[in-house]
T-cell receptor
Framework: AQSVTQPDIHITVSEGASLELRCNYS??????LFWYVQSPGQGLQLLLK??????LVQGIKGFEAEFKRSQSSFNLRKPSVHWSDAAEYFC??????????FGAGTRLTVKP | DSGVTQTPKHLITATGQRVTLRCSPR?????VYWYQQSLDQGLQFLIQ???????AKGNILERFSAQQFPDLHSELNLSSLELGDSALYFC???????????????FGEGSWLTVV
């Protein structure tokens, strides 16, 4: 079965600094990869997704992610973080039965 | 707004009781999923329905059950509730079934269940 690992439970960055959230997956076939963001008290909002093609995908709110098959990774990046980006971020991999497995999440704190 | 609607948003109930959570998927979506999010377990997949039929089961307890109705809305029934069932329950929907299609899952805002 597929699995997702987000190695960082909590990350703190200063506003305006760059951000990279790590995601590693385990899946035998071509993965379908997603990043979701969850603000406090809210549901999960899709940031971006990778199905095929260009390995660098652009998402909403200025986020991007790069699929690296050789490293089994799908790291999320943003060049300049805003205070409103503080939230929990989940990486997920699509499964054959479409149940979608999520990582444990990375909580992002943004310092002024 | 994802288009997925869940009710109630908040629910407090006592141990041993039974509750029903309701979900209306996005217009046109045939698949409905239920997830449980708790502090100790993270986000856990419970069950998936596609066009009224159960398609996948995850870590769903026997005390829990779900169904998807002909109008495609879904209900998650939680019975003999325990303190540990306190969590945020998400419903999600997607157009199709099957990971190979790579279709996207959209989440509702969740139903907060507190068992006291």
């Amino acid at each position: 079965a597929q699995s997702v690992t987000q190695p960082d439970i909590h990350i703190t960055v200063s506003e305006g600094a760059s951000l990279e959230l790590r995601c590693n997956y385990s899946y035998g076939a071509t993965p379908y990869l997603f990043w979701y963001v969850q603000s406090p008290g809210q549901g999960l909002q899709l940031l971006l997704k990778y199905f095929s093609g260009d390995t660098l995908v652009q998402g909403i709110k200025g986020f991007e992610a790069e699929f690296k098959r050789s490293q089994s990774s799908f790291n999320l990046r943003k060049p300049s973080v805003h205070w409103s980006d503080a939230a929990e971020y989940f990486c997920a991999v699509g499964a054959p039965n479409n149940d979608m497995r999520f990582g444990a999440g990375t909580r992002l704190t943004v310092k002024p | 707004d994802s288009g997925v609607t869940q009710t109630p948003k908040h629910l407090i109930t006592a141990t041993g009781q039974r509750v029903t959570l309701r979900c209306s998927p996005r217009s046109g979506d045939l698949s409905v999923y239920w997830y449980q999010q708790s502090l100790d377990q993270g986000l856990q997949f419970l069950i998936q329905y596609y066009n009224g039929e159960e398609r996948a089961k995850g870590n769903i307890l026997e005390r829990f059950s779900a169904q998807q109705f002909p109008d495609l809305h879904s209900e998650l029934n939680l019975s003999s509730l325990e303190l540990g069932d306190s969590a945020l329950y998400f419903c999600a929907s997607s157009l199709r079934w099957g990971g190979s299609s790579g279709n996207t899952i959209y989440f509702g805002e969740g139903s907060w269940l507190t068992v006291v």
